[in-house]
């Protein structure tokens, strides 16, 4: 059975998105609780929905005035207001949650739910908040989702398996991490003003038998992955758009340009 393409591109780090190819992606972005990245301004105003996991919202109130050091606090802080704190609310400030709340933001307290995580909640909202998923064109962006606690990362990246329908980009600094699953091929459209040229393609929850790729300086040519034996780690992409088919879900990661 021949697979549908699914095209992706890290448009969401550009200054204004193209839109000659199509309508752009509805893009939600989600703030957790570690150092926000330098873009996350630029993140804020792609978005159409901004929701902060539990103490998120601190970095929200004390980091972005960092980001914007020209800009006037009070005023900064009024129009950077998150549309909805949500989690088991054991990191938010009161302060902090009693600030937007103020200026009404929704506050969700989930803390009777200690199964999950903050991310995995936050997820679930827009997933149940999103009509006609598979035609809304959403792409969840997800801002500290890396660095930090090892465990935290895994919990991320464990939330791309749970939701491996739903689009969503983990970002830090430095990289992006996004699921490709096995049930489509998969574009990638570089934007090489931004990301690149290191990347990697990583076989997740099982072994990949087959796996094929265009685009790189070291292509897969129905190549088996798993760890313990060869993963496609610094690899460099050399074009402008990148093919991925494969037998298993990969990690797609592709380095964040510094400017």
């Not at 995580?117 to 792409?139: F, G, Q, V």
């Not at 969503?168 to 991490?177: A, F, K, N, T, Y």
């Not at 040519?221 to 610094?234: A, C, H, P, Q, Y």
Request: net charge negative.
């Amino acid at each position: 059975m021949e697979l549908g393409v699914i095209t992706h591109s890290s448009t969401f780090l550009l200054p204004s998105i193209p839109t000659h190819n199509g309508p752009p992606p509805t893009y939600a972005l989600v703030l957790l609780n570690q150092p926000l990245p330098r873009f996350t301004p630029l993140l804020w105003r792609h978005a159409q929905l901004r929701i902060c996991a539990d103490g998120g919202a601190n970095r929200v109130y004390d980091e972005l005035p960092q980001l914007l050091p020209h800009e006037d606090v009070p005023d900064l802080r009024n129009r950077y207001k998150p549309d909805i704190i949500k989690g088991d609310m054991d990191s938010v400030r009161q302060e902090v949650k009693d600030f937007y709340a103020k200026m009404g933001t929704k506050i969700v307290d989930e803390s009777d739910d200690q199964d999950t995580t903050d991310l995995h909640k936050c997820i679930a909202y827009i997933h149940d908040c999103t009509p006609n998923l598979e035609k809304s064109n959403l792409c969840i962006l997800v801002a500290g989702a890396l660095g930090g606690r090892f465990d935290h990362e895994i919990g991320n990246i464990n939330v791309l398996c749970r939701f491996s329908t739903v689009r969503i980009v983990l970002l830090s600094d430095d990289c992006l991490i996004q699921l490709l699953p096995k049930t489509h091929c998969h574009e990638i459209h570089i934007q090489s003003s931004v990301e690149g040229p290191h990347c990697g393609l990583i076989p997740i929850g099982m072994p990949s038998g087959s796996t094929t790729t265009t685009g790189l300086q070291w292509d897969l040519n129905d190549t088996e992955m798993r760890f313990g034996g060869l993963i496609s780690t610094s690899n460099i992409v050399k074009e402008e758009i990148i093919t991925v088919q494969s037998d298993s879900d990969l990690l797609w990661t592709i380095s964040i340009k510094k400017p």
